[in-house]
């Protein structure tokens, strides 16, 4: 099995290192890597705006490209958060409870240097875990009927709205929202129109571009329009001389990042706790670690290794499930899911054997992504840190007109442009009333297939609803749905006051 | 908050409960679903038909933001509760609205470069330290780039200047 694998990924290796995929991957870290480090931009919002233009080249090259820019981000976030103490990125908000004080102390290139290391090391994990596991998990997913499927997505969907940020109901309510706007539309099997409202540039439903920009574009633009902070680029000068790391400092990551690498791919296997969650119990695992807990917060390397490794870790392992059972665990997946889709691919336990080429394409591409973008931050750090200085006020308006042209360009359509500002508003209103936007996408991209694989199942039962019970697989996946639920609803109802302890953590995100 | 002050006073604190009305709104999507759904007709479990999902969704939802609605209670009074942000920036929140209505306008009637200006140009306008001459520049700038990007790079069918009708580029 362990050949197999190999000599698969020897032939990703080949679709990858082919120029022109070679040339998209570089262009997605690339412009990964800058949009990780500008506030205000995130993967999400720039993922969707190359969404459209990437529809006229090759499935391949379009998935490696999207997929570069969600690991270049990570990158990139680290430098914002080390650098200014920017928490802008939410996987990277704790790297600023230790890389800043690190920073102020002279040490900001060693955190950088270290960081860019420990990143690789989690993500090469990543990806290990992905070639291995993978196979592993198509095999025992192809045997699954319809009602399975449907379990599995309920599961999916449940993890992916409870265990994301803030309230567990909220997001709840969120995928239930993203399940009902991806109703819209003609239904699949009859042709009736639903919820179009008169509006035939409505029946081929809500465009997924339109509603990832309207989202994560302009209602984030809304929310951070002249509220941002003075940047204070006071220790931005960070030369290349200043990121080695010294032999004690090598000695004192070493194991935070075994141990990050560690929590990063747990968090990847358990659907819908991407790497935000995985950075947080990553800081907390090793301060009760260490020695010295208390020195935590003033600029302990260990604190800032080990928890970007756990991101990067995550971010890679997260592609499994999205990418072998077609069940995305955040919003960035369901938007690359979204991709394959628009591309004409069906995700599923399928994909690997149908289209090995996207597959393992995609995973040798990580290596080759991960290198480049090791090769690339060095260097480029002094410019990305220049880029910092770009005022929001240039750069919103930028990225408006970016908005615009890429929903536009999805289907020369200015219907769609219209919906980007429905959508944004409705974004803008929900983020004030403290939903998180997120699980939306996950509701939308995997509401279709739900529908569809429950009627299917209903049909084959014969409107047995208890066949999600009976059937062995399909119940663990209900019963790991109710432990859920239940775990749920006992924090909230027993634990709720001892919630406010970790503060000391919460603390950079409240400040997002 | 205690409850000696009579139902009327816990209704005043719950309505200035952000959880309040973040759960009435999903009450109203909810019930939009729950009652347009069987209108598409509902079907049989066996077989559903294309309304079932959406009334069942609807009903959902309802029972979510019923509970939400409901724990605005357990929120300690005097929180941040505030929907609207410390300093609400009303002509920044239309000058981003007004951004993409721009585009379909001057999009529909005079095709790229003036839908980019016209899109710049009054999203630039919404930031505090804006000046006029400041906007037009970076509208200039980024029409020139997005024209050359959109219309030579990536070829999108739409012409770059159109007047009544007349595609002059």
Known sequence: MITTALTDLWYGFGVALEPQNLMWCFLGVLIGNMVGVLPGMGPLATISILLPLTFGIKPVGAILMLAGVMYGAQYGGAICSILLNLPCHPPHAVTCLDGYPMTKQGRGGVALGVTVFASFVGASWGITEMVFLSPVLVRVALQFGPAEICSLMLLGLLAGSTLARGSPLKGVAMTVLGLMIGIIGSDIETGAERFTFGLTELDDGVELVALALGLFGMAEFMNSVNQQAEINTKYTNVRLRDMRPSREDIRRSIFPMLRGTIVGSLCALIPGTGPTIASFVAYATEKKVSRTPEKFGTGMIEGVVCPETSTHSSVQGDFIPTMSLGIPGDAVMALLLGALMIQGIVPGPQLISQHPDIFWGLVASFWVGNILLVLLNVPLIGIWVKMLTIPYRFLYPSAMFFVCIGVYAANNDMFQVGEVLVIGILGYVLLRLGFHPAPILLGFVLGPRFEENFRRAMLISRGDILVFLERPISAVFIALCAILILGQLYFRLFKGGKKTSGGEVEQPLAAE | ?169
Request: proline share 7%; with cysteine; net charge neutral.
């Open chain 2, 1 to 169: 908050m205690s409850l000696s002050h009579g139902p009327g006073h816990a209704l005043r604190v719950l309505v200035r409960k952000r959880d309040f009305y973040a759960g009435g709104l999903m009450i109203l999507f909810g019930l939009i679903m729950s009652l347009k759904g069987p209108t598409y007709q509902l079907g049989t479990l066996m077989h559903m038909g294309p309304g079932f999902l959406p009334t069942a969704l609807g009903v959902v939802l309802i029972f979510l933001g019923v509970t939400i609605a409901a724990s605005a209670t357990t929120v300690p009074e005097g929180e941040d509760e505030d929907i609207l942000p410390p300093e609400p920036q009303w002509f920044a929140w239309a000058c981003i609205l007004a951004s993409p209505v721009a585009f379909i306008i001057f999009g529909s009637y005079g095709g790229l470069a003036p839908a980019t200006f016209a899109c710049v140009f009054v999203a630039a306008l919404g930031d505090k330290k804006a000046t006029w001459m400041g906007s037009i520049l970076l509208a200039l700038l980024i029409m020139v780039f997005g024209v050359l990007l959109f219309h030579f790079v990536l070829q999108i069918p739409m012409p770059v200047l159109k007047f009544f009708g007349w595609s002059i580029l």
